[in-house]
């Protein structure tokens, strides 16, 4: 069974300040999507990797895929209060075309 | 992407009583997804509900308590039978429309007291 481990689970800190959030798997990944969460709101879609050591950039959100395929990470630069919310990354097993397997998901929150 | 509206965006229901869920999406897809997810938690795939067939259910769901229905391509409903308040949870449904990428709808908040 394929897992993803996301960490931390839970994040506070002050507007201004940089964060990542790590997705962690020992297996192998077709590709990798990060959503964001808000409160009363079903997850967005922000971005997927498909590509090992694969970049992509969001206006200040930063992903990256690792080389092996196995995790991810989002990267937030001067982080404001409009980012608060629930951050799930999300990965394609191998051999799978449409389910996704979850991260346990990260709460943020971003201070003024 | 796709716009999915789901209703209704909240109830509380008693104990022993059922509720269906709808969700409707502007376009047509094959995937539909209904997925169950505590406040600030991951999400948990209850099933997987294609146009014209029967859904495919989890470990630890199965139909009698959560019946779905997909009468077309632009539809899809889930109930929630015989609830207890371990019910209580936001129900979510999404569309997949390229293999490894989903769309939600808001979300239906379910009280059972």
């Known amino acids: 069974t394929q897992l993803l481990e996301q960490s931390p689970q839970f994040l506070s800190i002050q507007e201004g300040e940089n964060l990542t959030v790590y997705c962690n798997s020992s297996?192998?990944?077709?590709?990798l999507q990060w959503y964001r969460q808000e409160p009363g709101e079903g997850p967005v879609l922000l971005v997927t990797v498909v590509t090992g050591g694969e970049v992509k950039k969001l206006k200040r959100l930063t992903f990256q895929f690792g080389d092996a395929r196995k995790d991810s990470s989002l990267h937030i630069t001067a982080a404001q209060p409009g980012d608060t919310g629930l951050y799930l990354c999300a990965g394609q097993g191998l051999g799978s075309n449409y389910q996704l397997i979850w991260g346990a998901g990260t709460k943020l929150i971003i201070k003024p | 992407s796709a716009v999915i509206s789901q209703k209704p965006s909240r109830d509380i229901c008693q104990r022993g009583t059922s509720l269906t869920i709808q969700c409707q999406v502007d376009s047509q897809v094959t995937m539909m997804f209904w997925y169950r997810q505590q406040p600030g938690q991951s999400l948990t795939l209850i099933a997987t509900a294609n146009q014209g067939s029967e859904a495919t259910y989890e470990s630890g769901f199965v139909i009698d308590k959560f019946p779905i229905s997909r009468p077309n391509l632009t539809f899809s409903t889930l109930t929630v039978s015989n609830m207890s308040p371990e019910d209580s949870s936001i129900y979510l449904c999404s569309v997949s429309l390229v293999p490894y990428e989903q769309y939600f709808g808001p979300g239906t908040r379910l009280t059972v007291t």
């Open positions: 297996s192998v990944f077709s590709s």
